[in-house]
């Protein structure tokens, strides 16, 4: 067997020994319904880092399951933050964020792995494992979560076709377009069947008909039910998905258009 390179994080040893504690999030989850629709909701957060640097200041807002939502604005305005409160990488100084009804800053260090595979993450750097295949390198997310090979070698095709790659399967990154790489990364958030997908600036590396790939990909992965959340500066990209923007402006909300186009308020 190929010797590893990579070593598993923390957070992947995590998802292996969590088996039983999934048992229990989900049927808790079955129990319970999300009122009137809402999957996230923030409410008069803010985020202080330091002693006095506010990345979110008095935010207060709601996303609906299956929406798709665009969060714009300038460099350091908050959004990195504001995606990273979802998953819970950063938990807010004041007010609370709801994932699913349930307040995140009660959620126990076991409990995080579950809830990060209940949300698919997409950056702008790829992060692909570089000597294993667009089918390895999704297969991967799978495996160190303990999914067994039968199940992989269903559902890994299945993603890789929906993305458009189902012909690309054995590529290595470097035999692929950067478009191509990004398609495997959003593969790979999709595997564990997650509720919401956070694209934070997917399209950032990529060239405007690269870039408009992804989006077309996102907004079909959004017709298929699943909450997207994409953080952008690319005007085309937000515009093209003509959906939901909200405007951050030095930590605050200072737009929330229900079908809206990128703009700096």
Not at 38 to 52: A, C, E, M, P, R
Not at 74 to 92: N, Q, R
Request: charged share 30%; aromatic share 6%.
């Amino acid at each position: 067997m190929e010797k590893r390179e990579e070593i598993l994080d923390e957070e992947n040893i995590n998802q292996m020994e969590s088996g039983t504690d999934e048992m229990v999030e989900a049927a808790e989850m079955e129990e319970r319904k999300i009122d009137d629709g809402v999957i996230i909701k923030f409410d008069n957060v803010k985020k202080v880092f330091g002693s006095d640097f506010a990345a979110l200041e008095d935010i207060s807002l709601e996303i609906q399951e299956g929406e798709f939502v665009s969060i714009v604005g300038a460099s350091g305005a908050g959004k990195s933050t504001f995606l990273k409160l979802i998953y819970a990488e950063e938990m807010p100084t004041g007010g609370e964020v709801y994932f699913e009804g349930k307040p995140l800053s009660g959620i126990s260090r076991r409990k995080l792995p579950f809830h990060r595979r209940r949300i698919g993450t997409v950056f702008q750097d790829f992060k692909l494992l570089p000597k294993k295949t667009a089918f390895e390198n999704v297969a991967y997310a799978m495996e160190v979560s303990g999914a067994p090979t039968d199940e992989i070698m269903e559902d890994v095709p299945q993603i890789l076709d929906i993305v458009g790659l189902s012909d690309k399967m054995e590529k290595y990154p470097h035999e692929l377009s950067g478009g191509e790489q990004q398609k495997v990364v959003m593969a790979r958030a999709l595997i564990h069947k997650p509720i919401v997908i956070i694209a934070d600036e997917p399209t950032g590396n990529l060239d405007p008909v690269a870039s408009l790939e992804i989006v077309k990909l996102l907004l079909k992965i959004n017709k298929l039910g699943t909450t997207v959340i994409l953080a952008s500066h690319d005007r085309e990209v937000v515009n093209k998905a003509a959906k939901r923007v909200i405007v951050l402006e030095r930590g605050r909300v200072v737009c929330d258009d229900a079908r809206g186009k990128y703009k700096m308020c």
